[in-house]
């Protein structure tokens, strides 16, 4: 690096970090973070290093990505309005596909209005910056995303944080807080590295009970849980409905962008509030598109969301059965959770030679001890294909002694 003084305070970090690096991948088929796949569009299946593997880590949790009537929406965007957008939305940005794909957002989660930005990252962090500020208090679930906690921190506001999917401990929180500002309880629907639930109507509760605002995170939920894919409301039968509720156009929608819904009302106050959303590029007009065609396949094909959910209980089934630890997986977020982070190493390594992309995730993004496989079914897979990923699994973990022969 370079030796002159001004990076002598960054070079520790800089070392530490290619370090760790060199101990986990000291071969090629040892790589698992920054690797190029080229995705094949009608199959789960790409190529790395000359290699054809099943990808089993991805979130086209409804099996749009490469899907021809979405490829062709986003180059129709770009023909009508061109490659970007001249500009903030507030200032010469907004395009006619834009309130169309709002109008779309809006309609498929059963609220008044909608706001997209550019991604789902910017939506949380301008979303939770207007909500609260000095003064203000918001409590995150522990396994919260990050671009929640940066929004939380960024505020101003005071931060606490309240034991995962834990009502009881959230009312303690609460009860413990300054009552004279907003208190902003914010928690993912489906967490993206476990694929359990947040139980939405006793956090209904005990937000109710203190007065505080409940905004519920779909990234991993649109498309995913409830009988047509509209998340957390519909799991739990749509009597119970959080304050607010954003979301991402990158998962289950094969796209970029991210989304809230809300009354008309208090869109408008975001629209002068949100940073991100003020002072960052609106969405490229290809990216609308795709989105907006996903949404409306998603609406007329809900079967694909069918049958993912029955495709991953199955996948979670074959695997805990077998000895291997799901965690509290109820979602196509299913969890191998294996330990140390070097046997998730040599986990996923295994299941690259068996023919499968499982990729690890290591501390600090799991707790010590947690380290994991994350593995996603979408209707992308086929029955086949899932079958083919269970019995390298297996394979891959009876060779690593994760489980017994
Ligand atoms: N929320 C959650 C729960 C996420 O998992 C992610 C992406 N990993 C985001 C928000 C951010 O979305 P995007 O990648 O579209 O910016």
């Known amino acids: 690096m370079n030796a002159s003084a001004a990076w002598q305070h960054l070079e520790p970090k800089v070392a530490a970090i290619n370090r760790r ?84 957002v809006a309609r498929f989660t059963g609220r008044e209005n909608a706001l997209v930005f550019s991604s789902g990252y910017a939506a949380n962090v301008g979303t939770v910056g207007a909500l609260a500020g000095a003064g203000d208090t918001v409590l995150l679930d522990k396994l919260d995303h990050a671009s929640i906690v940066d929004g939380a921190q960024l505020s101003g506001a005071t931060v606490t944080r309240f034991r995962h999917n834990d009502p009881r401990h959230l009312d303690l929180r609460l009860a413990a807080t300054n009552p004279s500002g907003t208190r902003l309880v914010v928690v993912d629907s489906v967490y993206s590295m476990d694929g359990d639930i ?86 490229a007009p290809a990216q609308a598109g795709a989105a907006l065609e996903s949404l409306r396949i998603l609406d007329r094909e809900p079967e694909r969301v069918t049958y993912a959910q029955r495709e991953s209980a199955r996948f979670r089934q074959v695997m805990s059965d077998a000895g291997m630890n799901t965690g509290a997986s109820q979602s196509a977020v ?65 060779q690593c002694h994760l489980i017994g022969e």
């Open 21 to 104: 690096i060199d101990e986990l991948e000291w071969e090629p088929s040892r790589r698992n973070n920054f690797v190029s796949y080229r995705p094949e569009m009608d199959s789960p299946y790409v190529e790395v290093d000359g290699e054809r593997l099943l990808m089993m880590s991805g979130y086209g949790y409804i099996g749009l990505g490469g899907d021809e009537r979405v490829a062709a929406a986003a180059k129709a965007a770009i023909d009508q309005y061109g490659t970007g957008t001249p500009g903030v939305r507030a200032l010469a940005g907004t395009i006619p596909l834009h309130e169309e794909l709002e109008a779309e």
């Open 334 to 398: 299913v969890p191998l959770i294996v330990g140390s982070d070097e046997n998730a190493w040599e986990f996923a390594t295994a299941c690259r030679k068996a023919g499968v992309v499982g990729l690890p995730v290591i501390t600090p993004a799991v707790p010590p001890g947690l380290a994991r496989l994350r593995i996603a079914i979408t209707a992308k897979h086929s029955r086949a294909d899932i079958d083919f990923a269970i019995d390298a699994f297996l394979t891959a973990a009876r």
């Open 198 to 283: 947040a139980p939405l109507p006793e956090l209904r509760e005990v937000c109710d009970k203190h007065g505080a605002l409940l905004m519920v995170d779909e990234a991993h939920a649109l498309g995913v849980i409830g009988a047509t894919g509209r998340g957390i409301e519909e799991h739990f039968g749509g009597e119970v409905k959080a304050d607010i509720k954003v979301g991402t156009l990158s998962k289950a929608v094969p796209s970029n962008g991210g989304w809230i819904v809300g009354s008309a009302d208090f869109l408008q106050y975001l629209k002068r509030h949100a940073r991100p959303f003020l002072f960052s590029a609106a969405l």
